[in-house]
């Protein structure tokens, strides 16, 4: 199982970019799926997280600029990024709680991280 993301890129300020993260392999399921992101010399950070359910949580610093949404039936997530700021300057990763196996007692996701897509903003 592996998560692949792709979108990122240079953006102006004030700009956008959305990012997609797409989950492929034997998946019987999918949690959380969320993404990170980490500047140089800084630890990763979470942006945003959505449940299986559909909520939501974003850290304080993107909330009101950033939109995290999934397709279930396409095993994908996506951040939706409006308003972008130089801060806002990262490597993007997404990761996602994946079911590898049928249900059985006891069983649990397994944590997975996909390789990292850049943005980067700046005039």
């Known amino acids: 199982v592996q998560l692949q993301a792709s979108g990122g890129g240079l953006v102006q300020p004030g700009g956008s970019l959305r990012l997609s993260c797409v989950a492929s392999?034997?998946?019987?399921?999918?949690?959380?799926m969320a993404w990170y992101h980490q500047a140089p010399g800084k630890q990763r950070e979470l942006v945003a997280v959505?449940?299986?359910?559909?909520?939501?949580n974003y850290a304080d610093s993107v909330k009101g600029r950033f939109t995290i949404s999934r397709d279930d039936a396409k095993y994908t997530v996506y951040l939706q990024m409006n308003s972008l700021k130089p801060e806002d300057t990262a490597n993007y990763y997404c990761?996602?709680?994946?079911?590898?196996?049928?249900?059985?007692?006891?069983?649990?996701?397994?944590?997975?991280w996909g390789r990292g897509t850049q943005v980067t903003v700046s005039s």
């Open positions: 959505i449940t299986s359910d559909g909520l939501t």
């Open positions: 990761n996602a709680q994946i079911f590898t196996s049928q249900w059985y007692p006891g069983r649990s996701a397994s944590d997975i």
């Open positions: 392999g034997r998946i019987f399921g999918i949690n959380d």
